[in-house]
Nanobody
Framework: QVQLVESGGGLVQAGESLRLSCAAS????????MGWFRQAPRKEREFVAA????????WYADSVEGRFTISRDIARNTVYLQMNTLKPADTAVYYC?????????????????WGQGTQVTVSS
């Protein structure tokens, strides 16, 4: 009953920035946690960041702490991932996801809804 659509990916050079957007439709997200995951070719999907829609907290993977910022626009039902100081290791398909839980948020199995993904490529 929830649809998520990511956008904002692209090709950038190392050190540059991108902002990803995740537009949500369907049910209200007042009881959800929103997360970002990424998956590089031949690698498992990994946690990037998460945010509780009601403002209870935010969480980041160690690999992006200090470089990435997750935020929300309540009026637009949109979650953002601001990615600064991008590295080639950040190259992946980035996915937006929604969870009814407030724990286990670093694991993809905890999420109920997923977007289609948006490609981020960082060249060296």
């Amino acid at each position: 009953q929830v649809q998520l659509v990511e956008s904002g990916g692209g090709l950038v050079q190392a050190g540059e920035s991108l902002r990803l957007s995740c537009a949500a439709s369907g049910r209200t997200f007042s009881s959800y946690v929103m997360g970002w995951f990424r998956q590089a070719p031949r690698k498992e999907r990994e946690f990037v960041a998460a945010l509780s829609w009601n403002g209870r907290g935010i969480w980041y993977a160690d690999s992006v702490e200090g470089r990435f910022t997750i935020s929300r626009d309540i009026a637009r039902n949109t979650v953002y991932l601001q990615m600064n100081t991008l590295k080639p290791a950040d190259t992946a398909v980035y996915y937006c996801a929604a969870s009814h839980k407030d724990s286990g948020l670093g694991y993809s199995s905890s999420y109920d809804y997923w977007g289609q993904g948006t490609q981020v490529t960082v060249s060296s």
